[in-house]
Each structure stands twice: as C-alpha cells, then as structure tokens.
C-alpha cells in the first residue's frame, strides 16, 4: 500500500530556505510511471500546486514560484524533497507531498506544517 | 492558466437533504476534473476522478457529473460524516489547479 510521510523543520525564518522530504513506501520513485509533486495549503485557505517531478526528471513548475522552487529526488532513500528559496510570512502552510499519474488525481501525503516566522 | 471556480463558497444543508456543488473551468478540461473532500486537520482525499468515477471507500450517495466546463458534485443524503470541504481540481494541463473550496456545513 502506498504511503507518503512529509518531514520538515516546522519553523522557519524569513528570508530563508524551507526544505521539506518525503519518503515514499509501497512504490519504487525511480521505476514507476508516475509524476512526484508538492502541494500546499495556507491555514484556512485553498490548495495550490507548486511543482511536479516524473520518474524520468521531467518537470513542470507552477509559474508563480518556480523562480524559488528546487525539486530533487533521492532514489537511493525514495525520498523526494522541495527547497523553496526566499521565504516569507505568505509561506507559511502545510505542505503536501503527493504521487500522481499523467493526466490523474492526486494520491496525498498527511502533509506537514511549516511556518515562516523570526 | 486553467480558473476553476466553485460555487457556493459555502453550502448549508440539513442532515438527510442533497447537496449540490458546481466547479467550472475557465477552458475546457474535457473530463480530467477530480474533486476531493478534506475535513479539518486532515490532508484532501480523493472523491471523484474522470468527472464521475468514485473513488474507493466512498458510497454511493456521491456522485459527479459534467464534461468540458461544467461540473457537478451531488451528495443525495447528507451524511454526518459528508459535512466537509469540497475541492475540484483539473489535470487536463498544466499548471495543475484547483477550486477554491465549497464547504458543506450543518443547516
């Protein structure tokens, strides 16, 4: 059975850099045909995708942080990870990491909570 | 960029009543459209994937219609368990979007 676990530091300060992980059990990153990708949600507000990596490293991006966004995978741990450069208060939300097919619904993560806070 | 937007933001609806949610998109997304359910403190779970297909684990008073623009998400008879906020989301192309949100609150 497939399952997502986020990890992340939980606090970070402005200006910084927020790094999240997630480890993937009951599937091979490296060998399925399926896009990796990262999610968040502010408190109390909607979802926004942020970025997606397919198994064969093609990625797409969404527009409005791509400029800060670095995804990278560890097939080594099935770990795959988002770096989100430059942050700030508007930052601050729970992060989904989540697995995907080609022109399919999103399998997520429990998420994790980052806050952008000095 | 693909706008998907929900009405109404919220939805009051007494226990055994239908609820009925609509999603439309900007452009067509022909029928890669999911909608998910997410209660509070809880990560989004899939519902609904290819307009109408339901996803396991949900019963069949959940059901979802529409092609290209418009969509719907109908709950025959409110559950306790149904009161929730409901996202759609396209996957037609990228950027990959989502709704803002219906949320289905007790009347």
């Known amino acids: 059975q497939l399952q997502l676990q986020e990890s992340g530091p939980g606090l970070v300060k402005p200006s910084e850099t927020l790094s999240v992980t997630c480890t993937v059990s009951g599937d091979s990153i490296s060998s399925s045909s399926y896009y990796w990708g990262w999610i968040r949600q502010p408190p109390g507000k909607g979802l926004e995708w942020i970025v997606s990596?397919?198994?064969?490293?093609?990625?797409f991006y969404n527009a409005s942080l791509k400029s800060r966004v670095i995804i990278s995978v560890d097939t080594s741990k099935n770990q795959f990870s988002l770096r989100l450069s430059s942050v700030t208060a508007a930052d601050t939300a729970v992060y989904y990491c989540a697995r995907h097919p080609p022109w399919g619904p999103f399998y997520w993560g429990q998420g994790t909570l980052a806050t952008v806070s000095s | 960029e693909i706008v998907m937007t929900q009405s109404p933001a919220t939805l009051s609806v007494s226990p055994g009543e239908r609820a009925t949610l609509s999603c439309r998109a900007s452009q067509s997304v022909s029928t890669n459209l999911a909608w998910y359910q997410q209660k509070p403190g809880q990560a989004p779970r899939l519902l609904i994937y290819g307009a109408s297909t339901r996803a396991t684990g949900f019963p069949a008073r959940f059901s979802g219609s529409g092609s290209g623009t418009e969509f719907t998400l109908t709950i025959s008879s409110l559950q306790s368990e149904d009161f929730a906020v409901y996202y759609c989301?396209?996957?037609?192309?990228?950027?990959?979007?989502f709704g803002g949100g219906t949320k289905v609150e007790i009347k």
């Open positions: 990596v397919y198994y064969s490293g093609n990625t």
């Open positions: 989301h396209q996957y037609n192309s990228w950027p990959l979007t």
